[in-house]
């Protein structure tokens, strides 16, 4: 929008006076200063992404023919350089956003560039999971002194790959307890980017990596009971959408917390209206002993006091018509788990449950007028009658008479909504 041409045209239609524009010009002016400019930005990091992997595939082309101390040296040119240009940047650029991010990112990755390339230059064995450790570990450091939100990313990039390759990946896997160390000690780096850079794109970035991360690893804590994963995950994402409600003036897209707080709720809720997965857990012979000691017991029982007092807390404090419904699904999740370990009905009172959630979003969508929440709770019957399509007995015609009623709620709800906005509207 430029500013100075409506302004211009509002002095000149006589609807504001010239002292009034002028006072909102000296407005935007005196805010500009403080607005980085992001384009600067981008293109400062992209450049120092291309001109590193230049310079490593300029080496890589003649790699053979150097000497091995020549090699060496060429290894280590990337890391002096990126320590100079954050010298440089600490020194004469303290204030440049730009040059912070840029020589930030360009250290960081040349710290991975140098391990591999010495590791391969003397033959030096080892783990993929361990190279990414002592990468992010090097790294960490940066972040803070740099104040780096891009290479904060990357480290937490590093640190997820690091737990997916010692957990997933890997066989025999392993138990990557050092993922929650590693992930704590990015927290303080997000708490300062919440108290002072509340609307940067690295807080809002940070929104979504984190939560993510999580979502990714939570699941390296299973050993031997992988059904109780389903309670800690439930528990996590309850407790990830309070987080997010917390950031009241976030727009939807920047608060990862509370869209993947929803988003993993349905997928578990889903995952659970199946009969199978039921069938299954009641056919465990489960031993209390082997249960209670077990990593997926005690990570589910954390998991359900934090979120369930954080839910308490927000209901004493806030009113609960202002919280998300997704945040009160938990409780009643574990609520029919554990009727699930004893009866079939649990399958049926899940099934309920999405749908009840489904209508909720529907009535509070078409209350609202709003398109958008109403196609929401829509999607979420619709997505319940295509998993029962694949797993009920019901004749295809009464399955196909069922799909026709959903679809034709859907064009029929559109239509009404939109009607009666266009008469508020004149």
């Known amino acids: ?7 211009k045209e509002l002095t000149e239609k006589e609807v504001i006076s010239d002292e009034i524009a002028d006072n909102i010009r000296n407005y935007y002016d005196s805010k500009k200063p403080e607005s980085p400019n992001r384009l600067i930005l981008a293109f400062s990091i992209l450049g120092s992404l291309l001109v590193g992997s230049g310079i490593i595939l300029i080496i890589a082309h003649n790699w053979d023919e150097f000497s091995k101390f020549t090699r060496t040296v060429f290894a280590f040119l990337p890391l002096v350089t990126g320590q100079l240009a954050c010298l440089f940047t600490l020194a004469k650029k303290p204030d440049s956003h730009s040059w912070r991010e840029a020589s930030a990112v360009f250290l960081f990755l040349s710290i991975g560039a140098t391990i591999s390339l010495v590791s391969q230059i003397y033959h030096i064995e080892g783990e993929l999971s361990g190279f990414l450790l002592i990468w992010v ?8 002194l740099m104040k780096s939100s891009i290479t904060s990313l990357f480290y937490i ?9 010692l957990s997933y990946w890997n066989y025999p896997t392993t138990p990557s307890y050092l993922y929650w160390p590693l992930l704590l000690a990015i927290i303080p780096w997000y708490v300062y980017l919440f108290r002072s ?5 690295g807080f809002y970035f940070h929104n979504w990596f984190i939560p993510l991360s999580i979502s990714i690893c939570l699941g390296t804590v299973s050993q031997r009971y992988e059904e109780l994963l389903f309670l800690s995950y439930i528990c996590y994402f309850g407790l990830i959408i309070l987080i997010g409600n917390q950031f009241k003036n976030l727009k939807p897209r920047n608060n990862g917390f509370e869209i993947l707080g929803v988003i993993g709720s349905l997928v578990v809720l889903y995952f659970l209206s ?14 209390f002993d082997g249960v209670s000691t077990s990593t997926e017991a005690f990570t589910s029982l954390i998991l359900l006091i934090i979120s369930a007092a954080f839910l308490s807390w927000k209901i004493k404090t806030t009113k609960i018509k202002e919280l998300p419904y997704f945040s009160f699904v938990f409780p009643l999740v574990v609520l029919i788990y554990l009727i699930g370990l004893y009866s079939p009905i649990a399958v049926f009172l899940i099934n309920i449950l999405i749908l009840i959630l489904g209508v909720i979003y529907v009535n509070d969508g078409a209350k609202k007028d709003h398109l958008v929440i109403m196609n929401f709770g829509m999607s979420i019957i619709a997505f319940l009658a295509i998993f029962r399509f694949f797993d009920s007995d019901l004749p295809f015609y009464i399955r196909g008479g069922l799909f026709v009623i959903v679809g034709a709620s859907f064009f029929a709800a559109n239509y009404f909504v939109l009607k009666r906005k266009s008469k508020n509207e004149k």
């Open 1 to 7: 929008m430029n500013i100075n041409i409506n302004l």
């Open 137 to 144: 570990l090097l790294g960490l450091p940066i972040v803070y």
């Open 157 to 165: 990039i590093g640190f997820t790959w690091y737990a997916c390759e």
């Open 197 to 201: 850079r509340e609307n940067s794109n």
């Open 274 to 287: 199946f009969d199978e997965f039921w069938s299954h857990l009641r056919s465990e012979n489960f031993s």
